[in-house]
T-cell receptor, first 115, second 113 residues
Framework: GAVVSQHPSRVICKSGTSVKIECRSL??????MFWYRQFPKQSLMLMAT?????????EQGVEKDKFLINHASLTLSTLTVTSAHPEDSSFYIC???????????FGPGTRLTVL | AQSVSQHNHHVILSEAASLELGCNYS??????LFWYVQYPGQHLQLLLK??????LVKGIKGFEAEFIKSKFSFNLRKPSVQWSDTAEYFC???????????FGKGTRLSVIA
């Protein structure tokens, strides 16, 4: 149990295009999901908190118009990187909180490369 | 603000050696504590967690951690490491509820034969 999937696992795109990343909790409901970035050999940096049915909460310094988050259901949150640029290249990881357990389970991550 | 400190950036051990990775946090209230592991090329996996009760927590793959409230510590231990334990280990803290994890910077463990 407690599996979180992300799609795609790897994406390469041209500068200026938008990329959508999906995060799904496969066998549990998650009212809350989190989106993180991980730079090489560094820890995870929280980008935003995604709550089902409401607007996401962004961390300081994260542009909400650039990183659009939609938490459409109790099992799905999406992150759209709009007008991507090379500096957006990173490893994006989501986690889902199993409702009622206080425990976060992580997706496998999405490697975004912007050319 | 909460912070999590992991004292060792990189630890190198021989197989069968004992392991202890340090983790200290700064938050003074009630906390939930976690250790996650990230094997090379893989995603984060939960090793163990502490919410309440017995401060000695046993996790998967022979790992355990001890919560010492007076020291604000949650050190990870394993009596005898294996080559397959080579990975990055992250300590993390949340206050409670649906709040985001605060991660330490991670400790890279390299186990050599």
């Amino acid at each position: 149990g407690a599996v979180v999937s992300q799609h795609p696992s790897r994406v390469i795109c041209k500068s200026g295009t938008s990329v959508k990343i999906e995060c799904r909790s496969l066998d549990f409901q998650a009212t809350t999901m989190f989106w993180y970035r991980q730079f090489p050999k560094q820890s995870l940096m929280l980008m935003a908190t995604s709550n089902e049915g409401s607007k996401a909460t962004y961390e300081q310094g994260v542009e909400k118009d650039k990183f659009l988050i939609n938490h459409a259901s109790l099992t799905l949150s999406t992150l759209t990187v709009t007008s991507a640029h090379p500096e957006d290249s990173s490893f994006y990881i989501c986690s889902a909180v199993w409702t009622g357990t206080n425990t976060q389970y992580f997706g496998p991550g999405t490697r975004l490369t912007v050319l | 603000a909460q912070s999590v400190s992991q004292h060792n950036h990189h630890v190198i051990l021989s197989e069968a050696a004992s392991l202890e990775l340090g983790c200290n946090y700064s938050y003074g209230g009630t906390v939930n504590l976690f250790w996650y592991v990230q094997y090379p090329g893989q995603h984060l996996q939960l090793l163990l967690k502490y919410f309440s009760g017995d401060p000695l927590v046993k996790g998967i793959k022979g790992f355990e951690a001890e919560f010492i409230k007076s020291k604000f510590s949650f050190n990870l231990r394993k009596p005898s490491v294996q080559w397959s334990d080579t990975a990055e280990y992250f300590c993390a803290v949340i206050k409670s509820g649906n709040t985001p994890l605060v991660f330490g910077k991670g400790t890279r463990l390299s186990v050599i034969a």
